[in-house]
């Protein structure tokens, strides 16, 4: 934050933190050790295409890319440049042409053409064409392995990312399902699950397997949380609390979870 502000002065403040956002990102090596290896630029592209997942009847786009495969990245990234993370690696993903292509297609198409070698992110057309929700989950850490500050991690998570166009709410809502949070158009939230596990969604104590009351209890929360009438202390006794019981075998998957409600906030002309 005091770096994109400081810079932003030193340019006169003739860009904003927009423009920093979208134009200054790091990104990982695009040379290889070796001729004719990928470099692991081209493997991030190439794993983030094979990976992703789309629902042109709902806008929705998702990439979900596995421990396996970000650490594979990891792996080319420090051969050509030892001070890259697995952190690095993640936001790669996060700030890609891949995932840009799926919440704003035509904007980003350029960038795709250029810079994936091997493969092309085609932009998927639907009718909400221009408004369009991304959504990015990497399993960033595994149970054994080492994660991304270096620790042998005791468990398995998802780090997720939540993008939609500005001016609409669609990210911050969806991330609020797993107590996440951030921005209306871009939100994130982590979860302790695998990509396959089965898990309920508990609001309140009780479990709702009905995705029109979930949506409803999330909308409710959107409400009170932007209730300028209400103080802090009667926003955390009218919130609803939402939980999750894993591996539960008459559950749903991640992914049907954000496809569900992601459904009902179109169905409910949500904006």
Same mark, same amino acid.
């Given at each position: 934050e005091g770096m994109a502000k400081w810079f932003i002065s030193k340019m006169g403040n003739n860009?904003?933190? %927009?423009?920093?956002?979208?134009?200054?990102?790091?990104?990982?090596?695009?040379?290889? &050790?070796?001729?004719?290896d990928k470099t692991s630029r081209q493997k991030m592209v190439e794993y983030s295409i094979d990976s992703k997942k789309e629902y042109p009847n709902i806008g929705l786009g998702i990439i979900n890319v596995p421990y396996n495969k970000l650490y594979d990245i990891w792996e080319s990234a420090k051969k050509v440049d030892s001070e890259v993370t697995l952190a690095d690696v993640q936001n790669s993903i996060k700030y890609s042409e891949v995932m840009s292509s799926l919440r704003d297609a035509d904007k980003n198409s350029h960038l795709i053409k250029s810079k994936s070698k091997n493969k092309t992110a085609k932009k998927h057309n639907?009718?909400?064409?221009?408004? #369009?929700?991304?959504?990015?989950?990497?399993?960033? %850490?595994?149970?054994?392995?080492?994660?991304? /500050?270096?620790?042998?991690?005791?468990? /398995?998570?998802?780090? &997720?990312?939540?993008?939609?166009?500005? +001016?609409?709410?669609?990210?911050?809502?969806?991330?609020?399902?797993?107590? +996440?949070?951030?921005?209306?158009?871009?939100? +994130?939230?982590?979860?302790?699950?695998?990509?396959?596990? =089965?898990?309920?969604?508990?609001?309140?104590?009780?479990?709702? =397997?009905?995705? %029109? #009351?979930?949506? =409803?209890?999330? %909308?409710? /929360?959107?409400?009170?949380?932007?209730?300028? /009438?209400?103080?802090?202390?009667?926003?955390?006794?009218?919130?609803?609390?939402?939980? @999750? @019981? #894993?591996?539960?075998?008459?559950?749903?998957?991640l992914l049907n979870y954000i496809s569900n409600i992601t459904t009902q906030m179109r169905i409910n002309n949500l904006h």
């Open positions: 860009i904003d933190k %927009k423009w920093v956002r979208e134009h200054i990102v790091y990104d990982i090596p695009d040379v290889a &050790m070796n001729k004719g639907s009718y909400y064409n221009n408004d #369009k929700i991304a959504v990015l989950l990497i399993q960033d %850490k595994k149970k054994g392995c080492v994660d991304e /500050n270096g620790q042998i991690s005791d468990k /398995n998570s998802i780090r &997720m990312s939540f993008r939609s166009k500005q +001016g609409t709410i669609y990210a911050e809502f969806l991330a609020g399902l797993f107590n +996440g949070g951030g921005h209306s158009n871009a939100a +994130g939230a982590r979860i302790d699950v695998g990509f396959n596990t =089965k898990f309920l969604i508990e609001i309140d104590g009780k479990v709702e =397997k009905n995705s %029109k #009351k979930i949506f =409803k209890a999330l %909308k409710d /929360n959107y409400k009170i949380n932007y209730n300028n /009438n209400l103080s802090e202390i009667q926003k955390k006794q009218l919130l609803h609390k939402f939980d @999750i @019981i #894993k591996d539960t075998p008459d559950g749903e998957t």
